[in-house]
């Protein structure tokens, strides 16, 4: 099949000319499911019946910007952040909500006045790839040279399939669980995540959060609340979860929609659910563990993106959750795995597990361990206190600043790889 081809080929063939539009501007001048009834309030949650949404106009953002902070810093003129506010590239390292029934107002703020580079469409749809389309047009609407030196967004959602499928209605498939996808030959199983993918990038979605790589122990599935209760996993063995998870993302990719593998180091033996319950902790997986190499595995494959699990792993670091902890991030994941991509959290905006930080604490925390991308979906109203918290730290922080310059970069290093210019 040769669907989307024509669109993908002009996509690669425009990914070096971000690069020069990036450094052009620059010069010149920014959750998991739980057992029993359904709900949307999360990345990741599962409705096995989502109702029909009003027009996704709703609260429709406005496109006027605001007026940029004067840049900061001595970049030299040749990096990609060169004449970038600290306000901008802060922007860059988080990601905002959208709910897909019913906008809030503060998600365009943040995009408009906050700089916040990244979407995600929250909830649950059916009304389908026109709709859905068209609010994706009007946040992208909002990127200016002035607040983003015209940066593409990221425009994420959650379409795994089964009870994890944000998106619904014409022009959207439904798209079975994962177990059910495992049954397939990994070609089938490219070939439709290809055409899923078809349809993400013609509503205007470029970044999916799946697939699901966490590796489930069959005879405790049903006591895994995140992942094996609803058959989010793809088998039972590292072989399968890594034939099928690696062959879901190379179809999306085909298609030109970036994959997510998640939850790093991996949710499958949990007992609890970090979006509904807090102290989740898992006390069987190491730093060497199989659940550990399946994400090595995608990340051979090609993975650009790493979502982390906000869960504590007892053996590996008993005092922070993964999402939080250095060791996981920078010496599991960047040293033991070699990975060199963007490092995303799980939504840390309303998730229980990390509500005994205040949301600007949870930004700055990902950030100072490694982590390059922020996801605030369930409660987009907490983006901006995380933006003016990471700016405020950065600034008395020299480090701290370092550390947001190189998320920054490989923020739009992989947005120059994957995206066409605006």
């Known amino acids: 099949m040769t669907r989307g081809r024509p669109a993908r080929a002009v996509a690669a063939s425009l990914a070096t000319t971000l690069v020069v539009v990036l450094l052009a501007a620059c010069s010149g001048a920014g959750s998991e499911p739980s057992p029993g009834p359904a709900s949307s309030a999360s990345e990741g949650s599962p409705s096995s019946s989502p109702s029909p949404s009003p027009s996704p106009t709703t609260a429709s953002p406005s496109a006027t910007t605001s007026p940029a902070p004067e840049p900061t810093g001595t970049p030299t003129p040749d990096d990609v952040l060169a004449g970038w506010t600290l306000e901008q590239k802060v922007g860059q390292l988080l990601m905002v909500g959208v709910s897909v029934s019913d906008p809030a107002a503060v998600s365009a703020e943040s995009v408009r006045d906050k700089h916040v580079g990244n979407v995600f469409l929250h909830g649950r749809s059916t009304a389908g790839a026109e709709a859905t389309r068209e609010l994706v047009d009007e946040y ?180 922070e959750p993964a999402v939080f902890s250095p060791v996981v991030v920078e010496d599991v994941l960047r040293g033991d795995l070699g990975f060199d991509g963007v490092v995303m959290t799980d939504d840390v905006s309303a998730a229980a597990q990390v509500q005994d930080r205040s949301p600007g604490e949870r930004a700055v925390d990902a950030v100072d361990a490694g982590v390059d991308l922020v996801l605030a979906s369930a409660d987009p109203s907490v983006a901006p206190a995380m933006a003016d918290a990471l700016v405020a730290k950065a600034r008395k922080d020299p480090d701290f600043a370092k550390k947001v310059d190189a998320s920054a970069r490989r923020v739009l290093a992989a947005k120059a790889a994957t995206l066409p210019p605006r």
């Open 140 to 319: 992208t609407g909002l990127v200016s040279r002035r607040s983003t030196h015209a940066t593409p967004l990221l425009v994420a959602t959650d379409q795994e399939g089964g009870l994890v499928q944000v998106l619904r209605g014409p022009g959207f498939s439904e798209i079975p669980k994962a177990t059910e996808q495992a049954t397939w030959k990994p070609a089938t199983l490219q070939d439709r995540a290809e055409g899923w993918g078809d349809e993400l990038a013609a509503a205007g979605v470029n970044l999916n959060l799946a697939p699901v790589m966490d590796l489930v122990d069959e005879d405790a599935a049903a006591d895994n609340p995140p992942i094996g209760y609803f058959g989010r996993n793809y088998g039972y063995t590292p072989k399968s979860v890594v034939r099928s998870a690696n062959a879901f993302g190379a179809g999306q990719r085909a298609a030109g929609v970036e994959p997510v593998i998640k939850h790093f180091p991996g949710l499958g033996r949990v007992t609890q659910n970090t979006d509904t319950d807090s102290r989740v902790t898992d006390d069987v997986t190491t730093r060497d563990d199989a659940s550990v190499r399946v994400f090595a595995r995608g990340i051979e494959a090609g993975a650009r993106y790493v979502m982390m699990s906000s869960a504590v792993y007892e053996r590996i670091d008993p005092d």
